[in-house]
């Protein structure tokens, strides 16, 4: 069993940046994020394999990066320029083959 443990999260001012880390039990391939705003569906924004394959979703283009230190099995979401429409939990996902983890969640809220 992998365990994802997130660190990071809390309250920013629109504009801020904010920087989330997850990090891994044990090596993983894919690591990525989603995120579930209030009284919305969870949704993926950003992924990166230990190969270097990188996707982003366009709602975050631009202002969020990921990257990893696979020495540590440990992925980190930065955000910068961030909205209020950002504020939500954050859960950091893996996938090893056919099976998928996730972190507990962390909670980030962007005030106005």
């Known amino acids: 069993q992998v365990q994802l443990v997130e660190s990071g999260g809390g309250l920013v001012q629109a504009g801020g940046s904010m920087r989330l880390s997850c990090t891994a039990s044990t090596s993983i391939f894919y690591m990525g994020w989603d995120r579930q705003g209030p009284g919305k569906q969870r949704e993926w924004i950003i992924s990166?394999?230990?190969?270097?394959?990188?996707n982003t979703a366009d709602s975050v283009n631009g202002r969020f990066t990921i990257s990893r230190d696979n020495a540590k099995n440990t992925v980190y979401l930065q955000m910068d320029n961030l909205k209020t429409e950002d504020t939500g939990v954050y859960y950091c996902?893996?996938?090893?083959?056919?099976?998928?983890?996730w972190g507990q969640g962390t909670q980030v809220t962007v005030s106005s």
């Open positions: 996902n893996g996938r090893q083959g056919h099976l998928s983890y």
């Open positions: 990166l394999t230990s190969d270097g394959t990188l």
